[in-house]
């Protein structure tokens, strides 16, 4: 089976930082993405981790546990235009399946 | 830009309309994807088209009409919805599927309401 659980909300500050937790229980999982989506666009890719440990990109970064089905998205240096959904994914390679978790709404506040 | 564009943004039709949404990819992607959205609710996917034939159909009800003339257009008719079908209707492309180690790219959605 296929199940993802992240937190419908979360608020933080301008210039903090903030962890977004994502917990999955994927057969034949191969990998985690995770998508930004403002309100009204498209998601948008942000990364996509395979192997266990930490990717930084700019600001973002995304972690992977295999062995405890857990990732987390860490943003750093906050700014208003961060306010916005963001959606883990994971992808099972033995069910051809890629599973979305309900979103995660970031508020920024001054 | 994100490559994927949808057509219309918005639309209301009574449940006895027929109406079509369209979305074209301009990134070469050879697979493409129709997924539904609900508030609070985890993306849907509805259907999946690759080299333009249809490779999966997520028991979508078949008020639910899909199209795929070649790798850039893709379709999705509606007839007889119900207001529960209301929603936003994402299209989306991806170069390969399954979509293992290619992220998709997503158009804009096309918000329903179903009246």
């Known amino acids: 089976g296929q199940n993802i659980d992240q937190p419908t909300e979360m608020t933080a500050t301008e210039g903090a930082i903030v962890q977004i937790n994502c917990t999955y229980q994927t057969s034949g999982f191969n990998g985690l993405f995770w998508y930004q989506q403002h309100a009204g666009e498209a998601p948008t890719f942000l990364s996509y981790n395979v192997l266990d440990g930490l990717e930084e990109k700019g600001r973002f970064s995304s972690f992977l546990s295999r062995s405890k089905g857990y990732s987390y998205l860490l943003l750093k240096e906050l700014q208003m235009k961060d306010s916005a959904s963001y959606l883990c994914?994971?992808?099972?390679?033995?069910?051809?399946?890629?599973?979305f978790g309900s979103g995660t709404q970031l508020t920024v506040l001054p | 830009e994100t490559g994927v564009t949808q057509t219309p943004r918005h639309l209301v039709m009574g449940m006895t309309n027929k109406k079509s949404l369209k979305c074209e990819q301009h990134?070469?992607?050879?697979?493409m994807y129709w997924y539904k959205q609900s508030a609070k609710k985890p993306l849907e996917l509805m259907f999946v088209?690759?080299?333009?034939?249809?490779?999966e159909n997520n028991s979508v009800p078949s008020r639910f009409s899909p199209e795929c003339p070649n790798s850039s257009h893709l379709f999705l008719h509606l007839h007889t919805l119900q207001p529960e079908d209301s929603a936003l209707y994402l299209c989306?492309?991806?170069?390969?599927?399954?979509?293992?180690?290619?992220?998709?790219?997503f158009g804009n959605g096309t918000r329903l309401t179903v009246t």
């Open positions: 088209y690759s080299l333009e034939e249809r490779v």
């Open positions: 994914a994971a992808y099972s390679g033995s069910a051809r399946q890629l599973t």
């Open positions: 989306a492309s991806s170069q390969g599927h399954p979509p293992g180690n290619s992220p998709l790219h």
């Open positions: 990134l070469g992607h050879n697979a």
